[in-house]
């Protein structure tokens, strides 16, 4: 049999490592939109044209981080609906424009 004790260190060390893998994308991520926003116009705008990517919580949650790492004049669009590609625009979507 094995201990709880036991278990609860393998899942800690699952834990820790994934946490790991996550941070090292997520650092990943913020390093490339870093690379990008030094390269924009000032007072450019970024739309994130994906299904519902500003909505609820999580939506603000991501309006934040992208905040934090793009120039405060930039505007930042993400939708709250459902959105597709309309000869190389979004269509059917309201985007919310923020700052």
Do not use: H
């Not at 946490?19 to 939109?33: G, N, T």
């Not at 994906?50 to 991501?62: F, T």
């Not at 120039?71 to 669009?77: C, L, M, N, V, Y």
């Amino acid at each position: 049999m094995v201990s709880a004790n036991i278990i609860q260190i393998i899942n800690n060390e699952t834990d820790k490592r994934r946490r790991e893998q996550l941070e090292k994308a997520l650092q990943r991520e913020r390093d490339f939109l870093s690379y990008i926003s030094k390269k924009m116009c000032p007072k450019g705008k970024v739309y994130f044209v994906s299904c519902q990517v500003g909505k609820g919580p999580e939506g603000e949650d991501l309006r934040n981080w992208l905040g934090s790492i793009f120039p405060p004049e930039t505007g930042i669009s993400l939708p709250d609906t459902n959105v597709r590609w309309f000869y190389g625009d979004p269509i059917t979507c309201s985007i919310e424009e923020t700052r």
